[in-house]
């Protein structure tokens, strides 16, 4: 048994020996494979020849705002009193003619503060009509009193001589002298009487005046019962209805007007170097001229739909009013106001204005471009086409006619969301061919194929090259 296994043993391991030097004798006689030379990948690239723009090309400060209206005013009557009437027009979302009827109070406490002057002034002006009869009385009576009184003192006169004479007694004397002093004193009577005639007078006109004050201020208060739209707009608000209790000045609605609209817009701060220095004093100062402004387009849409896929832009004509004061807190930018001058509307009361659609609305939230300076001979890139430094890449000819790959150093004056204005008398001269396409892994020098534009490399895809092989 155990010589058995033992042959067994020797035969397994003469078997594995005849394999493995079978496999020996294999690999030896091996012929190796022909080895073929790594293709080399010369990446594609847009590279269009350069212009500087055109001489009236002017710097853009584009910014976002929502628009508001410049004429806004609260719905709010001037006196207290439950209302009788709501006009259907004083509705959220419709329209107000300026002078309509919105609101009317109640009139009843107002015309009874009304009546209760003008019995008061009825009643001073009977009093002045008495006090101007009683001055023309008085006057009368003082003229009858001063003949009376000479009469007297012919009297006195006459009797004195008598009595020289001894003709007349003392006590005719005496009689007569009595009777001058009685006329004396009925004379000085009528006299004090007539010279209180004029400041009862003007106590009693100022009695009148503060009776018409009252007058007018009952008047007043009736006319203010009812409540007219301060302008032609449209209705943002309304909180109140028939048989409600309105308190004066407190607000019951709001009104717009539709024909000038504002829209603030953010802006840094450093890009007001780009406007026209004395037409942003102006606007500093609230001194625009309609001839001479910084003119600006308000856009909205900006964008939409797909991948900021461009719908129906709607377009409006303004121009900066002013610039708000100071910076904003959160961002440190510069607040331009711009504003929109809308085209008359179709609002129900003229049948020829615009569209409702045509005009710029409350809230629309805007992309809004300022127009600056100009900036003559400055190239306009496409931002990808910036590169750290700032630099770019162009694209120069070699010795054997091959496209090269070569770095230029530029002066970007500003950056816009896909722009930058390349300042002139830097490394890029008219006609430079600038890469404007994506190319990952780029080195100075390097080979590249310039492809016409709208081919694959001038829809921003990466270049197909995973290395430089092509220097």
């Not at 001073?124 to 006090?131: C, G, T």
């Not at 026209?276 to 625009?288: F, N, Q, V």
């Not at 805007?366 to 300076?373: A, E, I, L, S, W």
Request: charged share 25%.
């Amino acid at each position: 048994m155990t010589a058995r296994r033992i042959v067994n043993a020797v035969l397994a391991l003469v078997v594995l020996g005849a394999a493995g030097g079978a496999a020996v004798l294999l690999v030896a006689s091996r012929t190796p494979p022909e080895q073929q030379p790594a293709p080399k990948v010369v990446p594609k690239v847009v590279a269009p020849p350069i212009e500087p723009v055109a001489a009236d090309y002017r710097v853009q400060l584009v910014g976002f705002g929502s628009a508001r209206p410049a004429d806004r005013v609260r719905v709010a009557p001037q006196v207290s009193g439950h209302l009788t009437y709501v006009a259907p027009e004083f509705d959220n979302g419709l329209f107000a003619k300026q002078d309509q009827v919105l609101l009317r109070i109640d009139t009843t406490d107002y015309e009874q503060a009304w009546w209760l002057a003008l019995s008061r002034m009825e009643e001073i002006d009977a009093q002045l009509a008495n006090l101007e009869r009683e001055a023309t009385n008085l006057a009368e009576s003082l003229r009858i009193e001063d003949e009376r009184l000479a009469l007297a003192n012919e009297e006195r006169t006459r009797a004195e001589e008598l009595f020289r004479r001894n003709v007349a007694s003392e006590s005719e004397l005496d009689a007569a002298r009595e009777q001058q002093l009685a006329r004396r004193l009925q004379v000085r009577t009528l006299r004090n009487q007539l010279a209180l005639i004029d400041p009862r007078r003007r106590q009693l006109e100022a009695a009148r005046l503060s009776a018409l004050t009252e007058l007018d201020k009952a008047d007043t208060a009736l006319q203010r019962c009812v409540v007219r739209s301060p302008l032609t707009g449209r209705v943002l608000s309304k909180s109140v209805e028939v048989n409600d209790l309105v308190v004066a000045n407190a607000v019951c609605g709001e009104v717009y007007g539709l024909a000038r609209m504002e829209v603030p817009v953010s802006v840094p701060a450093e890009d007001l170097n780009w406007v026209e220095p004395d037409l942003l004093e102006a606007c500093r100062k609230g001194r625009i001229d309609e001839q001479r402004r910084i003119e600006a387009t308000v856009e909205w849409p900006a964008t939409g739909g797909r991948q900021g896929e461009r719908l129906n832009v709607k377009q409006w004509d303004g121009c900066v009013r002013r610039v708000e004061a100071g910076l904003e807190e959160q961002t440190r930018t510069a607040v331009l106001v711009v504003c929109v001058q809308n085209p008359p509307a179709d609002t129900g009361f003229a049948t020829d204005g615009a569209p409702l659609e045509d005009l710029l609305d409350l809230n629309m939230y805007c992309r809004v471009m300022v127009r600056g300076r100009r900036a003559p001979g400055a190239f306009l890139l496409p931002r990808r086409a910036i590169q750290p430094g700032p630099a770019v890449y162009v694209i120069e000819r070699d010795a054997e006619d091959q496209d090269r790959l070569v770095v230029r150093e530029v002066r970007v004056a500003r950056y816009t969301d896909d722009q930058a204005l390349v300042l002139p008398g830097g490394a890029l001269q008219p006609g430079d061919r600038v890469i404007t396409s994506v190319l990952p892994k780029a080195i100075p020098g390097m080979r590249v194929d310039v492809v016409n534009p709208g081919g694959a490399a001038d829809r921003e895809t990466p270049s197909t090259a995973s290395s430089p092989n092509g220097t």
